[in-house]
């Protein structure tokens, strides 16, 4: 699997920081142990008085050098476990960012962003705490358990280690029942996290028609409907999680219980001594650490277990458009000549688009594509775009199959002005320049082409001004200009704009085009438009209707074959003389 390499490549390369965290973790815990010994030797060495205030202050010293040593070691497990558990989390969040960047438009149609953010966000941190304080709880716990055990029996009395012990089996047991119900419960609430993220990312872009509709009332009971759907899946874990610290801490109970009663009874027969006793209890103490950590090991483990599963499954998704090595060409460049042959595109979920669609413009004309809404204009310049793969041979760029050209090729010889006029929350100048670097004369020109020029010099910034998140503080038409200054400013071989003038007063609309008929002149271009003033000059002029073409021509002919293109224009033209009146 996909997923399983990505944390392969990751291990390889940060396995040794693992290991010498934990060797440092090691470190720390030999010397631990070796204060309750040193504790129980001064109480045996005071208790029958051979020990003097010398020799005091010499353990003391130990155990001062011994604490030196210790806080150091832990010190640097902090920085070899935890920092690579950070290591991990940069990793795998720029993994799944370049991922979803590859992943094709259709996956983005069936994906809510605020889910997607919560993978980046909440799934990749819970993964962090796993391969950080997961390890190094689950290390520390089995070592430490492991060593202290052995100095108990070694040292003291097998007899009472083995009573002492008797009630973790019952432990063992019972975490592993509660482990598996937390990794179910979880995996609800990491979904349920994403779904009130939608929530807020779905209200906040929509506040504007929130208030307009004086719908603030209603979008807080919907929202108070998923954060206590987040709040109960919570509680339903909790209760699990809640089980593990009460059982701990009963079944340590007992084992204390055991060692006082048949502890105190061997020092009283005179089988140890009070000092091995009190470093008995001591060690014993130690030991209610891995106890204790065996539920936090296993809520955090398994925590991030679902954590990985909800990634697995993002990062086994397959991108549907993509570079086949086995089928594109070594292009570097098209000119633009752009073939299409009875064009029939289906949607991924069974809506029929395009219907036989012939079309052959050459490179350096204009094609105008008019039509009603949902009558399949977008899609058809999707396909170009190649956002989803058309059907092979039906769509050819220089008599070459478009799947077989590279996506890199493909896009940065178009510039592509859209519907949706999507505007980065950034600079003005870098927005025009998002696909540079360009150099500020550039940038400059190409708004002057779009006819935003003015616009922009008289804010208080110029092009520096910040254009807010999807371009809230510009006007539509501002919006719009910029998009088309955008599309201007990497000179592209084939010029694309899809209604892109709809936000424009005709006087605007008619310098704009004025600006771009000098461009497009020997370039490419596919205008798509409701005005019929915006497409009148195009070479050609294809009406669509439910997916296929209905007349096509140039403007004088198609006015004069009396269909929907002639009863847009004299609609538009009764409108005009409408408004100048």
Same mark, same amino acid.
């Given at each position: %699997?996909?997923?399983?390499?990505?944390?392969?490549?990751? &291990?390889?390369?940060?396995? *040794?920081?693992?290991?010498? /965290?934990?060797? *440092?973790?090691?470190?720390?815990?030999? &010397?631990?142990?070796?204060?309750?010994?040193?504790?129980? +030797?001064?109480?045996?060495?005071?208790?029958?008085?051979?020990?003097?205030?010398?020799?005091?202050?010499?353990?003391?010293?130990?155990?001062?050098?011994?604490?030196?040593?210790?806080?150091?070691?832990?010190?640097?497990?902090?920085?070899?476990?935890?920092?690579?558990?950070?290591?991990? +989390?940069?990793?795998?969040?720029? #993994?799944?960012?370049?991922?979803?960047?590859?992943?094709?438009?259709?996956?983005?149609?069936?994906?809510?962003?605020?889910?997607? %953010?919560?993978?980046?966000?909440?799934?990749?941190?819970?993964?962090?705490?796993?391969?950080?304080?997961?390890?190094?709880?689950?290390?520390?716990?089995?070592?430490?358990?492991?060593?202290?055990?052995?100095?108990?029996?070694?040292?003291?009395?097998?007899?009472?280690?083995?009573?002492?012990?008797?009630?973790?089996?019952?432990?063992?047991?019972?975490?592993?029942?509660?482990?598996?119900?937390?990794?179910?419960?979880?995996?609800?609430?990491?979904?349920?996290?994403?779904?009130?993220?939608? #929530?807020?990312?779905?209200?906040?872009?929509?506040?504007?028609?929130?208030?307009?509709? $004086?719908?603030?009332?209603?979008?807080?009971?919907?929202?108070?409907?998923?954060?206590?759907?987040?709040?109960?899946?919570?509680?339903?874990?909790?209760?699990? *999680?809640?089980?593990?610290?009460?059982?701990?801490?009963?079944?340590?109970?007992?084992?204390?219980?055991?060692?006082?009663?048949?502890?105190?009874?061997?020092?009283?027969?005179?089988?140890?001594?009070? /000092?091995?006793?009190?470093?008995?209890?001591?060690?014993?103490? %130690?030991?209610? *650490?891995?106890?204790?950590?065996?539920?936090?090991?296993?809520?955090?483990?398994?925590?991030?277990?679902?954590?990985?599963?909800?990634?697995? $499954?993002?990062?086994?998704?397959?991108?549907?458009?993509?570079?086949?090595?086995?089928?594109?060409?070594?292009? +570097?460049?098209?000119?633009?000549?752009?073939?299409?042959?009875?064009?029939?595109?289906?949607?991924?979920?069974?809506?029929?688009?395009?219907?036989?669609?012939?079309?052959?413009?050459?490179?350096?004309?204009?094609?105008?594509?008019?039509?009603?809404?949902?009558?399949?204009?977008?899609?058809?310049?999707?396909?170009?775009?190649?956002?989803?793969?058309?059907?092979?041979?039906?769509?050819?760029?220089?008599?070459?199959?478009?799947? @077989?050209?590279?996506?890199?090729?493909?896009?940065?010889?178009?510039?592509?002005?859209?519907?949706?006029?999507?505007?980065?929350?950034?600079?003005?100048?870098?927005?025009?320049?998002?696909?540079?670097?360009?150099?500020?004369? @550039?940038?400059?020109?190409?708004?002057?082409?779009?006819?935003?020029?003015?616009?922009?010099?008289?804010?208080?910034?110029?092009?520096?001004?910040?254009?807010?998140? #999807?371009?809230?503080?510009?006007?539509?038409?501002?919006?719009?200009?910029?998009?088309?200054?955008?599309?201007?400013?990497?000179?592209?071989?084939?010029?694309?704009?899809?209604?892109?003038?709809?936000?424009?007063?005709?006087?605007? +609309?008619?310098?704009?085009?004025?600006?771009?008929?000098?461009? %497009?002149?020997?370039?490419?271009?596919?205008?798509?438009?409701?005005?019929?003033?915006?497409?009148?000059?195009?070479?050609?002029?294809?009406?669509?209707?439910?997916?296929?073409?209905?007349?096509?021509?140039?403007?004088?002919?198609?006015?004069?074959?009396?269909?929907?293109?002639?009863?847009?224009?004299?609609?538009?033209?009764?409108?005009?003389?409408?408004?100048?009146?």
């Amino acid at each position: %699997m996909k997923s399983t390499k990505i944390l392969k490549d990751f &291990f390889k390369a940060n396995a *040794w920081r693992y290991v010498l /965290g934990l060797l *440092w973790l090691m470190v720390v815990n030999v &010397f631990n142990l070796q204060i309750p010994r040193m504790l129980g +030797e001064i109480t045996d060495l005071i208790q029958s008085r051979q020990i003097d205030g010398a020799g005091l202050l010499r353990y003391g010293g130990y155990i001062v050098g011994i604490a030196v040593i210790m806080a150091l070691g832990r010190y640097f497990w902090r920085i070899f476990i935890m920092g690579s558990s950070r290591r991990l +989390e940069y990793y795998l969040r720029n #993994r799944l960012f370049a991922h979803l960047e590859t992943l094709s438009v259709n996956f983005f149609n069936k994906h809510k962003t605020g889910d997607l %953010m919560a993978h980046a966000t909440n799934d990749i941190n819970a993964i962090r705490m796993a391969m950080g304080p997961g390890v190094l709880m689950l290390a520390d716990s089995s070592f430490l358990t492991v060593i202290t055990v052995y100095t108990m029996v070694t040292t003291i009395d097998w007899k009472l280690t083995v009573l002492a012990l008797l009630p973790l089996p019952f432990l063992a047991g019972l975490a592993g029942l509660l482990g598996r119900k937390i990794h179910v419960r979880f995996r609800a609430v990491q979904q349920a996290f994403s779904s009130l993220t939608d #929530r807020v990312q779905e209200t906040l872009s929509g506040i504007r028609v929130i208030k307009s509709f $004086v719908q603030e009332d209603a979008e807080l009971e919907r929202f108070d409907t998923t954060a206590r759907d987040y709040a109960l899946k919570n509680l339903r874990m909790v209760k699990i *999680w809640g089980m593990m610290g009460p059982m701990i801490q009963l079944i340590s109970g007992i084992s204390y219980m055991i060692v006082l009663g048949y502890g105190g009874i061997q020092v009283i027969n005179a089988r140890i001594s009070l /000092g091995e006793f009190i470093a008995f209890n001591s060690y014993l103490g %130690m030991l209610i *650490w891995p106890m204790m950590a065996v539920g936090r090991v296993i809520n955090v483990l398994q925590r991030g277990s679902a954590s990985m599963d909800r990634l697995n $499954v993002l990062f086994n998704e397959k991108p549907e458009v993509f570079d086949d090595p086995a089928n594109v060409k070594p292009v +570097e460049s098209i000119t633009g000549h752009i073939e299409i042959r009875n064009l029939n595109f289906t949607y991924p979920d069974g809506t029929q688009a395009l219907e036989n669609i012939n079309i052959k413009l050459d490179a350096g004309k204009t094609l105008a594509i008019i039509g009603r809404t949902g009558s399949g204009k977008t899609t058809l310049v999707n396909l170009l775009l190649r956002m989803y793969n058309p059907p092979k041979g039906q769509l050819l760029l220089d008599g070459i199959d478009i799947n @077989e050209l590279p996506l890199d090729v493909l896009r940065e010889s178009i510039g592509y002005v859209p519907q949706d006029n999507f505007l980065f929350s950034d600079t003005i100048a870098n927005n025009i320049a998002f696909a540079g670097p360009y150099g500020q004369d @550039e940038i400059e020109e190409a708004s002057r082409l779009a006819q935003v020029y003015d616009n922009i010099i008289e804010f208080p910034n110029k092009f520096e001004t910040m254009s807010g998140e #999807r371009g809230v503080t510009l006007s539509g038409g501002q919006k719009q200009r910029i998009s088309i200054a955008r599309a201007l400013v990497k000179d592209p071989t084939i010029l694309i704009l899809d209604d892109c003038l709809s936000a424009v007063d005709t006087q605007t +609309e008619e310098k704009i085009l004025q600006g771009l008929r000098h461009i %497009m002149k020997g370039r490419t271009s596919i205008i798509i438009s409701h005005r019929i003033s915006t497409v009148e000059d195009a070479d050609e002029i294809i009406v669509l209707e439910d997916g296929a073409i209905a007349e096509r021509g140039t403007h004088q002919q198609l006015v004069q074959q009396g269909g929907l293109y002639q009863h847009l224009y004299l609609k538009q033209q009764l409108e005009k003389k409408v408004s100048e009146a």
